[in-house]
Structure formats: structure tokens, C-alpha cells
């Protein structure tokens, strides 16, 4: 049997189909194509850090329910305990976990475009995944299109990223509200951008016994600790955490989280830094010829490039030490896009300077 054959004959098809989730290679590169907090710690808090950790106990499992740390991210984020709270290593693990709970001929709703696991997922899994597309001239919800699938399909599983990505505006509120009331499956608002929004549906989960709403600390500045989590009611958070693969969440993480959320100060600076930038980098973007930016309640910009132009200004950004992310390739109300990612302001100001070049050339 020859390896391709052995391999045909082991895997599901859905995962045959399937493309790896590709992660570009940015050493030695001004790194903009992530949506990473671009700022890394003083000496002297890293110091402080490091303490914290010395007398973690390594040869130990870590507490299989974080529950000090699940207890401090209730905390921080003023979640009443009426609802429960489960972690994951980032928020693509409580993604994995929502959709292996469900029936295998359920079906999963969200936008076209949006965060891309949530269809890799659902493909992996052999769901019936649906992505319904958001409105061209503003990249809000289609609401009727969106009413009509819940109609016709009575997804178990709707997943709403606010703000969304890759476009980075938030949904209309009265039409995520909507599609809450009249949906029987579960509905996620997935709030990885949370820190950069002033917006938020956490404070509405007494109000919906349908809905969960998720976060991350990625975007907030702790992208390498891993750490998602999501809060609902009891007896939904139960039933993942049947699923959920004990020790999820390792001692480092656990402590580190503590730590960082126990500073908040600090990252609250950072991200007004980020805002404020990101008004600037918005501003310059949409004062070249040919670009247009759109608005952004994330750490990033979406913006359109001029017809056919996309690839190739991406790959001469590259060419020039700047990697972005190249969106066009998705085609449908991507095309022609790129997204940049707000970074400190040498590399706003290098990118901007990259991309002048790029459109002149």
C-alpha cells in the first residue's frame, strides 16, 4: 500500500480536505501581520515576574481547574457568580471543545469573512458549517440572510466575533441582539478584541440563557502564555468541561496570568498607546492615493488596495523587512485587501513609509 493510499484509508475525509492553518515565517521582519501587542515588559517588571514564578512547582500537576486564576478573571471582568467560567489554551481550544460537544449532523453559523477556525473547525469535524456574508459597503450583519438561515438550519452554534476579524468593526448591537432572541442554539460573541473596543456583551449574560461570550488575554499583550476563556451559565460550561482534557492550563500560564491581570495598569497604557495609534495610522492610510482604510474597533486596519494590486504590494512590503497579512487570496469582500496590525510607532511610521514606496513602484 503506498503512503498516500494508507493515508486515504485512515483519515476522515473532512480532515483530508482540509489546508494546515499556515503561520508565515516573520524572523527578521518588522511583525505586523499577527495582531500581537507590540510592547514587551521593563526589566524590572520581568523581574517581578520571574519571582512569581520561582516557586512554582514543576514537578507538579497544575490545579486542574485554575481556580484561582478562573476566580481573578471573574474579577477583572465584573462576572457575577451566577455564571460559570471555563478556560482553554487560547480560545481556539473552547472553540474545539463547543464543537465536539455537538451532535455530529448539527450545524454552525457565522459571517463570511471571519476568524477562520471557526470554519476549519467545523470542517474538521464534519459539521455543517454556514457563513453567511456580511454587508458589502459597511462589513455589518446581513441581518435578513442571517434570520433565514437560523430559520431554515437551527444552528446549535453561532459564533459572532466583536469586533470582527479581519474587517475589525463591531456589529450592529440590535442585530447581534436579535439573532440571540430568536435563535434555539447557542450564540458566542467572541470578544478577542475586547481591550480595544469599549464595547461588550459580558454585562448581558443575566439576560440570555442562550449566550457566551468569550475573551482572550492574546490581544491584551500575553499572546504567548495561550490563554483563552469563556463565560456562561453553569450548566453549558458543564458540559464542556466533560470534554475539556485535564491540566489544560499549565502551572507557568497559570501563575503568569495571575500575575499580568494582578497589573492591569500596565496593559491599560499599552493599549490607549494602541488606540491612539491606530486614529493615526488610520488617518495616514486613507491619505494615500488609491488606499482606503477601513474603521477599527481592534488593534488592526483592513484596508483596500487598488484593483489587482494587493499581492503585489504585500509581497514588496516584504521585500522591504514588513510583513502584513495578505487577505486578497480569500477573495469574496476581501479582495484586494491587506490588514496591518498596529504596532509601536517606528513601525507604523516604517510600514507607512514601505507602502508609499510600494504604490509608487
Known amino acids: 500500500m503506498s503512503k498516500n493510499a494508507l493515508v486515504a484509508s485512515i483519515f476522515r475525509p473532512e480532515v483530508l480536505a482540509l489546508s ?33 514564578l520561582k516557586d512554582c512547582e514543576l514537578n507538579r500537576y497544575p490545579d486542574p481547574e485554575a481556580r484561582q486564576l478562573n476566580a481573578t478573571i471573574k474579577r477583572v471582568n465584573g462576572i457575577a457568580d451566577e455564571f ?15 464543537l465536539m460537544a455537538l451532535p455530529p449532523t448539527a450545524s454552525v453559523l457565522s459571517t463570511t469573512p471571519s476568524f477562520v477556525m471557526y470554519k476549519q473547525l467545523s470542517d474538521c469535524l464534519g459539521l ?4 453567511v456574508p456580511l454587508l458589502a459597503d459597511s462589513f455589518d450583519l446581513d441581518l435578513p440572510a442571517m434570520l433565514a438561515v437560523i430559520a431554515e438550519h437551527q444552528p446549535s452554534v ?53 449566550l457566551l461570550v468569550m475573551r482572550t488575554v492574546s490581544k491584551l499583550g500575553l499572546a504567548g502564555l495561550r490563554l483563552g476563556y469563556i463565560a456562561g451559565l453553569p450548566a453549558i460550561i458543564e458540559q464542556l468541561h466533560k470534554i475539556r482534557l485535564p491540566y489544560n492550563i499549565n502551572v507557568l500560564t497559570q501563575a503568569s496570568v495571575e500575575f499580568a491581570l494582578s497589573h492591569s495598569e500596565i ?32 488593534n488592526f486596519i483592513l484596508f483596500k488596495t487598488p484593483a489587482g494590486r494587493a499581492t503585489d504590494i504585500f509581497l514588496s512590503l516584504k521585500q522591504q523587512g514588513v510583513l502584513i497579512k495578505n487577505l486578497s487570496p480569500q477573495a469574496g469582500l476581501l479582495t484586494d485587501c491587506l490588514r496591518v496590525t498596529i504596532g509601536k510607532p517606528e513601525e507604523n511610521a516604517a510600514f507607512l513609509a514601505a507602502l508609499r514606496t510600494s504604490l509608487e513602484s
Not at 32 to 41: I, R, T
Not at 267 to 287: H, K, P, S
Request: charged share 20%; with cysteine.
Open 20 to 52: 494546515a492553518y499556515h503561520v508565515a515565517d516573520a524572523s527578521g521582519f518588522i511583525k505586523l501581520d499577527a495582531m500581537e501587542n507590540p510592547y514587551s515588559w521593563s526589566e524590572d517588571f520581568k523581574q517581578q515576574w520571574l519571582a512569581t
Open 84 to 98: 460559570d467560567v471555563l478556560l482553554g489554551n487560547g480560545s481556539d481550544e473552547i472553540i474545539q471543545l463547543l
Open 128 to 131: 455543517r458549517y454556514h457563513g
Open 158 to 210: 453561532i459564533f459572532l466575533a466583536y469586533p470582527n476579524n479581519p474587517t475589525g468593526n463591531l456589529f450592529s448591537e440590535s442585530a447581534i441582539l436579535e439573532i440571540i432572541e430568536v435563535s434555539k442554539g447557542l450564540v458566542v460573541i467572541d470578544e478577542a478584541y475586547a481591550p480595544f473596543a469599549n464595547a461588550s456583551f459580558m454585562n448581558r449574560l443575566g439576560q440570555y440563557e442562550n
Open 267 to 298: 496593559f491599560d497604557q499599552q493599549t490607549q498607546a494602541i488606540c491612539a495609534d491606530r486614529a493615526l495610522v488610520f488617518e495616514q492610510l486613507n491619505a494615500l492615493d488609491g488606499i482606503t482604510a477601513y474603521p477599527s474597533a481592534a
